[in-house]
């Protein structure tokens, strides 16, 4: 009998950009390439910034914890290589500008160990107490890799204030041109599953769903297949859900299988949920199991200006144009770098930018797209069409944010719930007027940081 892969469920608004994964959809995980200097940024997660451990011409182990921080929302940060630290320097970082770095150079012969994983027949995530598995995800530093890189550890501990009741894994990779997640879930099933079954008895969820788009027919049967032999496969289920952008937001994650809202400025915890993408899972078993950090992890390079697309597991902290370099460098005149997707990602001007735990992607657009659609998105005056409401996931007024930000009127932002906006980037895809407002939101939402002194003037 075939497995129903049809998705049924969505949640209102989002959009539907040309999906572009064609390019390495098929392309499977490669070994990434043996770098001779990495850059490890201190602030690689949401929360407190590490401080670093170790000091100029110290000598490091790859695993070895080179960054950490007391506070409870932080996650420490490793060496992905064996080497000598040459530096403790400022360093391009895709969202800050500017961050500290811990620089190592690799010493030579240190090759590093390809993550290979077989789940044993015997595996039993009840031999791991929710404490020591808690612990061992805050030591391994594993932050969510599919959005923000907020602290796993704070995510799945038990809370008697706010009990956990459903865990989601976000399976989805909405936004165009990625294809990390997607491979893993095709190539590292068991791994996942493992995750799956660690954090949710860590966490003490008692149902878990995989939400996968319905564009990934084959991940919907691999995973499915994965829990028919799994002893309690049955109390895990596989949820298809209508391929739509940003499906991928945890907060339309819930709406879509759930029917339930997170409270605006809340987070899922506070309705008994707890979100995680297919990544940090699997960095989950790796961290527990292997007793593994995260210092590495799949990266998809694509783009149509790319010599040679595809899914490359890679240490943290090596420099996009490193990456890029070893992808045959770009087959077409190139326009625009942009760390993680089209539609949510950031342009770097800075190619010597690190790698990060959160960077999914390296897209690279070229010229002639570029030039296209400057030429076809000239900027005309608001028409007030209110098509940037009908699509809005978090239901904005994208519009009057926008325009609050550009008179400078930041407290009328405010009041327009500026802090909600995830940022997707719907609301300027399909404005007809050609408006940049995801571009007029971030700004405000900077102003506003530094206004009340969060981030440095």
Known sequence: MRIDTKGRFSFPGGTHPPEKKDLTREMEIQRGPAVTEVAVMLCQHIGAVCQPLVRKSEAVQAGQKIGDCDAFVSAPVHSPITGKVIEVALRSHAVLGRSLAIVVEAFPYSPTKWPSFKLKDDFDENNYSAGKICEA??????????????????????????????????????????????????????????????ARRASGCSRVFIAIEDNKPEAIEVMNAALKTCADGEDIKVVPVRTKYPQGGERQLIKAILKKDVPTGGIPPMIGVVVLNVATVAAITEAVISDLPLAHRVVTVTGEAIARPGNYHVPIGMSV??????????????AKVIMGGPMMGIAVADLKTPITKTTNAITVLTKEQIGRAKFARRQ????????????????????????AVKNNLLDVAESYYISACMECGCCSYVCPANIELTGYIKTGKIFLARQKKKIPV
């Open 137 to 198: 995800v805050r030591q391994a530093g594993i932050v969510g890799m599919g959005g923000a890189g907020f602290p796993t550890r704070v995510k799945i501990e038990p809370n008697p204030r706010l009990p956990k009741e459903i865990l989601i894994i976000n399976g989805c990779e909405c936004e165009p041109y990625i294809t990390c997640d997607y491979r893993i879930m095709l190539e590292w099933t068991d791994k996942i599953i493992a995750g799956i079954r660690l």
């Open 321 to 334: 144009e490193d990456l890029i370099e070893f992808c045959g460098g770009v087959a077409k005149k190139s």
């Open 380 to 403: 005309t005056p608001c028409i007030r069409c209110g098509r940037c409401l009908g699509v809005c996931p978090e239901n904005l007024n994208p519009t009057k944010i926008a325009h």
